[in-house]
T-cell receptor, first 115, second 114 residues
Framework: SAVISQKPSRDICQRGTSLTIQCQVD?????MFWYRQQPGQSLTLIAT?????????ESGFVIDKFPISRPNLTFSTLTVSNMSPEDSSIYLC????????????FGPGTRLLVL | EDQVTQSPEALRLQEGESSSLNCSYT??????LFWYRQDPGKGPEFLFT???AGEEKEKERLKATLTKKESFLHITAPKPEDSATYLC???????????????FGSGTQLTVLP
C-alpha cells in the first residue's frame, strides 16, 4: 500500500490569497488525483494530476482557480487561488499504483478555512 | 454519467446488532467498486475493492458483497469503534484506459452505541 502525506494539515487564510497544498507519496505511482470534500459532503474530484503534462480537470473546476503541478511520480501540488469563503473545504490527495488491480489510497487531507 | 447512491444516510445500532449498508450504482463499465471508512477529520481509509458480481471480501466484522447493480457492506456484531462514515465509490473503464478517478456516494454515517 502507498503512504501519502499532505502539507499543511490545516490552514486559515484570508479572502483573496492563495494556498499551495503539497502531496507526497512514499513510492512511485502512476495516477495522482485531487478531491474536495465540502463540509458534510462526500468527495468530488477536482482533477487528475498528470506527470509531465497539464492536469485534467473535471467539469466545474478550472486551471486558473486550481493550478496543479506534478513534477515526478511521487509528488504533486494543488494551489487554491484567489480564495473565497466558498473554498473552505477539505482537500484530499489520492494515488494509485502501477498494477492492474491497484487500489486508490488517500492522504489525511488539508483542512482549509477562508475568512 | 456514473452514479452512486448509498443508503441509509445514517444508521444507529446497538453494540452487537448486525446490519447492512447499501450502495447502488450505475456505471458504463465497472473496473472496481471500493469501500472506504472515514473518521471525522481524517482522509478515507481503504477497506475493500470488489471487481465482479458474486465477489465477496471480509475483514474482521465487515463483509462486502457485489452484484451487477449494488454492493452491500455487512457489519456483524458491531462495536463502538466501528462508528464512522462508510463511503462507496465506483471506478469505470475509460476509452483511453488511463483515467481512474473514483465517483463517490454520499456515505452512510454509522453510530454504534455501547
Amino acid at each position: 500500500s502507498a503512504v501519502i502525506s499532505q502539507k499543511p494539515s490545516r490552514d486559515i487564510c484570508q479572502r483573496g490569497t492563495s494556498l499551495t497544498i503539497q502531496c507526497q507519496v512514499d513510492s512511485q505511482v502512476t495516477m495522482m488525483f485531487w478531491y474536495r470534500q465540502q463540509p458534510g459532503q462526500s468527495l468530488t474530484l477536482i482533477a487528475t494530476a498528470n506527470q509531465g503534462s497539464e492536469a485534467t480537470y473535471e467539469s466545474g473546476f478550472v486551471i486558473d482557480k486550481f493550478p496543479i503541478s506534478r513534477p515526478n511520480l511521487t509528488f504533486s501540488t494543488l494551489t487554491v487561488s484567489n480564495m473565497s469563503p466558498e473554498d473552505s473545504s477539505i482537500y484530499l490527495c489520492s494515488a494509485e499504483g502501477l498494477a492492474a488491480k491497484e487500489t486508490q489510497y488517500f492522504g489525511p487531507g488539508t483542512r482549509l478555512l477562508v475568512l | 454519467e456514473d452514479q452512486v447512491t448509498q443508503s441509509p444516510e445514517a444508521l444507529r445500532l446497538q453494540e452487537g446488532e448486525s446490519s447492512s449498508l447499501n450502495c447502488s450504482y450505475t456505471v458504463s463499465g465497472l473496473r472496481g467498486l471500493f469501500w472506504y471508512r472515514q473518521d471525522p477529520g481524517k482522509g478515507p481509509e481503504f477497506l475493500f475493492t470488489l471487481y465482479s458480481a458474486g465477489e465477496e471480501k471480509e475483514k474482521e466484522r465487515l463483509k462486502a458483497t457485489l452484484t451487477k447493480k449494488e454492493s452491500f457492506l455487512h457489519i456483524t456484531a458491531p462495536k463502538p469503534e466501528d462508528s464512522a462514515t462508510y463511503l462507496c465509490a465506483v471506478q469505470a473503464y475509460s476509452l483511453s484506459g488511463s483515467a481512474r478517478q473514483l465517483t463517490f456516494g454520499s456515505g452512510t454515517q454509522l453510530t454504534v452505541l455501547p
